[in-house]
C-alpha cells in the first residue's frame, strides 16, 4: 500500500486526507516517520512565529535604506549613497572590500544623517534628516527624559 486515506479531525467538519506511505517501511516505521514529520512542522511554526516580529523590524530597515537609496539618486548625493552602503556593511548584507589597490583614501567627511541645532540656553536639537538619522538618535544618541517629536511632512 502506498497510501492510506484517513479523516481528519482537526477540521470542522472532519475530512478525508490521503497520506502518503513510503512503501519500503512498514506500518509502524511509517507511523515514526509521521510522527517525526509533524513534530518537526510544530516546531518549525513555533521558531517562525517567535522570529516574525524580528523579521518584520529587519525588512521596514531595509524598506527605509531603500528609501534613502531612492532620495539619494533623485539628489545625486554621493555621500547619501556611501552612507547607506556603510550601513549595509555594518549590518552584513554587503561584505566589507579590502585591500582594494590603487584607489585614493577618502578624507572628505561624508554628510550625516543628523543636523545637530543648539539653542542659547545650551539645548541642543537633533534632528533626524532622514529614517536612518532618526533610528541614529534614538539608538546611540537618546537618553532617559529626552523628548521625540515627529514631523510629518
Known amino acids: 500500500m502506498s497510501e492510506v486515506e484517513v479523516e481528519d479531525y482537526t477540521q470542522s467538519p472532519a475530512v478525508k486526507v490521503t497520506i502518503e ?3 519500503k517501511l512498514g506500518p509502524n516505521e511509517n507511523i515514526e516517520r509521521l510522527f517525526k514529520l509533524a513534530k518537526k512542522g510544530k ?3 513555533k521558531l517562525a512565529n517567535e522570529r516574525l516580529p524580528e523579521i518584520k523590524e529587519e525588512l521596514e530597515y531595509l524598506n527605509s535604506l531603500y528609501f534613502e537609496i531612492e532620495s539619494a539618486k ?3 548625493s554621493m555621500a547619501a549613497l556611501e552612507f547607506v552602503t556603510d ?3 555594518k549590518a552584513g ?5 579590502r585591500g582594494k589597490k590603487n ?7 561624508r554628510g550625516e544623517p543628523i543636523e545637530r541645532v543648539s539653542r542659547e ?11 536612518i538619522g532618526n533610528d541614529l538618535i534614538v539608538k546611540k544618541h537618546a537618553r532617559a ?8 511632512g
Not at 548584507?93 to 572590500?97: L, V
Not at 584607489?103 to 567627511?109: A, D, F, I, R, S
Not at 527624559?145 to 510629518?152: I, N
Open 43 to 45: 516546531r518549525t511554526i
Open 145 to 152: 527624559g529626552d523628548l521625540w517629536f515627529h514631523a510629518k
Open 21 to 23: 506511505l513510503d512503501v
Open 87 to 89: 550601513e549595509l556593511t
Open 93 to 97: 548584507y554587503i561584505k566589507e572590500q
Open 103 to 109: 584607489e585614493p583614501k577618502k578624507t572628505e567627511k
Open 121 to 131: 540656553d545650551e539645548v541642543v536639537i537633533l534632528v533626524g534628516k532622514s529614517g
Open 74 to 76: 533623485e539628489q545625486k
